[in-house]
């Protein structure tokens, strides 16, 4: 059996994991820095594939862009409401960036993962955690199996960040999120010559509780796909293909051809668990970090990722890492705590139609309310207190 020891696992190169590592090979070159994956890249992950203004800062910081550079920028993004009104507005800067992209996760992660390799991180792909054990104060010890054989890693900082269904979380005890903090989600690949001009969510009457999305890739097509409450789910009928066919039949985009469709779970920020245990701390969908209103979550998660690295490698560098993640939990809260709690309400007011076209109107007539609305979506908009509620319910009457 392989026996190894680093100073930071990273377990997952999705894009928490890989922004994780990429960090802390920038920070440290010294630090031994492993990234386990259970798959073989690229690999496909279904997913609305939107990077949005929060993704392309992150990318800035890591010194990244060139990920997406040469890629057709997405600036506007429109929403419709149950009555078939629209709104379309800017994105949000958030940083240096008010710009978007939609770019393939099989691409998106592979070139992000590859980039974290070239800065000197060890990456084994094929390679799964299966077991864990961070009990005895001492450096992590996990168990895992690849192409050849048995390792046990010895690792003095491990950051989560295996997705949805986390191994980790589970294995320390942390229970996943119940349905009512979930979302299920299905997505697909459509062309059409000439492409699509915005980014748009559509509220279909039809369609609520569940609502689409089409993002357009480039001039030949787009992901198109839908999203609904795990809760909401498991009441209704229609399966998730039967949704994005009715989607797809209900609205403009009647022609179009789903292909590739691909579903899975997203466990949203309105729960998110302890994030630190011990030595072992939880970013990205690990640690349920997906905004409820819009279903992004990449953003959020590199975000979580290059904290956490940030924190570990001060922690080992200093030697005193026996509670690398100190703090970390409390960032992350006070980051994003209320951005997440305003897009829960947001979705929560969208999900009724009356209310989503009443917003809507609302928003034809007052711009600020569209910019509110968009920053809850792909931002870090925290609009929605009682005053903003106040002067929507006025500003959208007839
Ligand atoms: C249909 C759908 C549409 C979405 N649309 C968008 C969108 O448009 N924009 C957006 O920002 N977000 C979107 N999301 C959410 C987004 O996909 C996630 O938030 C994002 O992938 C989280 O990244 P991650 O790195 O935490 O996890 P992941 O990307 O899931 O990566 C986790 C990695 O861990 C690996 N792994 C798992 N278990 C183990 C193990 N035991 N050992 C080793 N490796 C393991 C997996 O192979 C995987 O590569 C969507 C989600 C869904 C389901």
């Known amino acids: ?3 190894r020891a680093c100073d930071l696992l990273v377990v997952g190169g999705g ?3 890989a922004a994780a590592a990429l960090a802390a090979r920038q920070a440290a070159p010294e630090l031994q820095t492993l990234v386990l994956d259970r798959q073989r890249f690229p690999r496909d992950k279904a997913c ?6 929060g993704v392309v800062a992150r990318l800035a910081d890591l010194d990244a862009a ?3 550079r040469g890629r057709r920028p997405v600036e506007r993004l429109k929403i419709v409401a149950p009555s078939g009104a629209e709104v379309v507005g800017e994105l949000p800067a958030i940083g240096e960036s008010a710009r978007g992209y939609v770019v393939p996760r099989s691409e998106f992660d592979d070139a992000l993962l590859t980039l974290a390799q070239d800065a000197g991180a060890d ?3 094929d390679s799964r955690l299966e077991g864990l054990d961070s009990t005895h104060g001492g450096p ?3 168990e895992a199996s690849g192409p050849n054989g048995s390792s046990v890693i010895s690792a003095k900082a491990v950051i989560a960040a295996d997705g949805a269904r986390s191994d980790v979380r589970r294995l320390l005890g942390v229970a996943y999120n119940d349905p009512a903090h979930t979302g299920v989600a299905i997505r697909a690949y459509v062309e059409r010559p000439g492409g699509f001009e915005h980014m748009a969510f559509y509220f279909k009457r039809e369609l609520l509780p569940a609502y689409g999305w089409v993002f357009p890739i480039d001039a030949q097509g787009a992901n198109v796909g839908v999203m609904i409450d795990a809760a909401r789910f498991r009441r209704q009928e229609r399966r998730l293909p039967d949704l994005l066919r009715d989607f797809l039949q209900s609205s403009e985009h009647q022609a179009l051809d789903p ?3 691909r579903a899975y779970m997203l466990p949203f920020a309105s729960h998110v668990p302890p994030l630190v245990h011990g030595r072992v701390a939880l970013v990205g969908d690990a640690g349920s970090m997906i905004n409820p209103f819009s279903g992004e979550g990449i953003a959020y998660g590199m975000a979580a990722g290059i904290e956490a690295a940030s924190r570990a490698v001060r922690a080992v560098q200093s030697g005193a890492d026996d509670r690398p993640f100190d703090g970390f939990d409390g960032w992350f809260r006070e980051r994003f705590g209320e951005h997440f709690r305003a897009s829960a309400r947001a979705k929560w007011l969208a999900q009724r139609a009356w209310i989503a076209d009443f917003g809507v109107r609302a928003a034809r007539r007052r711009p600020e309310f569209v910019r509110e609305g968009i920053e809850l979506l792909v931002g870090e908009g925290t609009a929605l207190s009682w005053r903003s509620l106040a002067r929507l319910l ?3 009457r007839r």
């Open 1 to 3: 059996m392989d026996v």
């Open 66 to 68: 060139e990920i997406v």
């Open 394 to 396: 006025l500003h959208g």
């Open 259 to 261: 292909k590739r469709s």
């Open 123 to 125: 990456v084994w792909t």
């Open 15 to 17: 894009p928490a994991g």
């Open 140 to 142: 992590v010890r996990v």
């Open 48 to 53: 609305g594939d939107g990077l949005g203004p």
